[in-house]
């Protein structure tokens, strides 16, 4: 009988890397049949992997600041739709539209198009 060792360390090796692939986040946590618009400052703009976020302080119909983080795809994906890591900068008064968090979170995802709005100059993307 010839030795299977190989055989099995690769299956095991295929399986443990298959795993992570799978457990790759999906928009289940984002109400798709609604859409927010967030105006107000930009507090962080993380340009990363494996997706970029986007950090905005607005206010509430009650006037308190609520902080919203906004999920966009990958920078690579960003860069096809006309972004960069200069994008956004820290105190740029924005007008976004993304799709809610179904937990009601100030969380949010964008959706393409959408409504972007820099320093009172729309953005197209």
């Not at 090796?13 to 967030?38: E, I, M, N, R, W």
């Amino acid at each position: 009988m010839k030795n299977k060792s190989p055989v099995i360390l690769l299956l095991m090796g295929a399986f443990a890397v298959s795993v992570p692939l799978s457990a790759h986040h999906g928009a289940a946590s984002y109400d798709s049949s609604k859409t927010v618009t967030v105006k107000g400052t930009v507090t962080e703009y993380l340009w990363s992997n494996p997706h970029v976020f986007l950090k905005v302080d607005a206010k509430d119909d009650s006037g308190n600041t609520v902080h919203w983080t906004i999920e966009a795809s990958n920078p690579v994906s960003q860069i096809e739709r006309g972004w960069n890591k200069n994008t956004f900068r820290l105190g740029d008064e924005v007008i976004v539209e993304c799709v809610p968090a179904k937990n009601g979170k100030p969380v949010g995802l964008f959706h393409f198009p959408t409504l972007i709005v820099i320093n009172g100059k729309e953005f197209k993307s």
